[in-house]
């Protein structure tokens, strides 16, 4: 009787220890969280995180998406020796304007190591004060470059290029009357994608939403034609390196934090995105 009460027992505590282990949620490989559930327009958005088991050389994909499921943001993170990662992001811009619950999919290695968390963000009050590019019939310049991004447009026009350098990318302003493409001769000094001393694929967003692209290269430029729908107001195209506003002090030492991310990423830049 004793014996089976000891069997008993001990399989009771096993249950509830397993019931009460600490775990890394669903998606059992990562936890995620936001130091505050909500924000206000300018407010720095604190991503932190951290992984079960670590993987040499992988670095963790970080997607923000805006109620509507548009992609407000795309990250890589280095994953540190202590199973952390963290990343910040500023409320508001271009991509961030609607009011309501964002979206943060955090995935590490594979697609099976996924999980998710959420924010409230109040909506954007505030429009961006750029200084306007300038555009002429075939080129248009870029704050911080001396170099002109030449271009061809059909079904609409376009207004003008920034550089992001939070998101490492260009915000280009269209007009679309109609369906049409764009097609950017983009010298490397203004932007560029790379990875281990390569080429790698730039992302392309069309008011938030991931579309393809054809693309050539030569050894100083690289020739972007994207298609775009009627209605069309913005693309984005993000590299791992974009000419900065702030000058060319700043700049190096972007590329140098740069370069130690793409050091640790070895091929999985942005693997998460399927491509069809």
Do not use: C, W
């Not at 059992?28 to 604190?46: F, R, W």
């Not at 007009?175 to 080429?199: F, H, K, Q, Y």
């Not at 913005?234 to 700049?251: L, Q, R």
């Amino acid at each position: 009787m004793k014996a089976h009460l000891s069997v008993f027992a001990l399989t009771a505590i096993l249950v509830a220890s397993i019931g009460i282990t600490p775990a890394f949620g669903q998606q059992s490989s990562i936890v995620v969280t936001t130091d505050k559930s909500s924000y206000s327009e300018g407010e720095t958005i604190l991503v932190t995180g951290e992984v079960r088991d670590l993987y040499s050389g992988t670095p963790v994909s970080i997607i923000i998406k805006a109620p509507n499921g548009n992609i407000v943001r795309v990250a890589q993170e280095t994953v540190g020796a202590d199973k952390k990662f963290s990343m910040e992001h500023t409320a508001g811009g271009g991509l961030m304007k609607t009011e309501g619950i964002y979206l943060i999919t955090v995935t590490y290695g594979t697609v099976n190591r996924t999980t998710e968390t959420s924010f409230e963000f109040g909506g954007s009050t505030i429009i961006p004060t750029k200084e306007p590019s300038t555009v002429t019939d075939t080129t248009v310049s870029v704050q911080g470059s001396n170099d002109l991004i030449g271009y061809e447009i059909t079904g609409g026009k376009l207004l003008g290029i920034s550089p992001d350098v939070e998101a490492n990318s260009l915000i280009i302003s269209i007009d679309a009357t109609s369906n049409g493409s764009l097609t950017l001769t983009i010298p490397r000094s203004v932007l560029d994608a790379t990875i281990n001393g390569g080429d790698d694929d730039f992302f392309v967003l069309i008011d938030g939403e991931e579309v393809e692209f054809d693309e050539t290269t030569t050894s100083t430029d690289r020739t972007l034609t994207i298609a775009f729908p009627v209605g069309a107001e913005e693309i984005e195209i993000i590299g791992t390196f974009v000419v900065p506003e702030f000058g060319t002090i700043a700049a190096m030492i972007l590329a140098v934090a740069i370069i130690s991310i793409i050091a640790v990423s070895a091929k999985s830049r942005l693997s998460i995105i399927p491509r069809y």
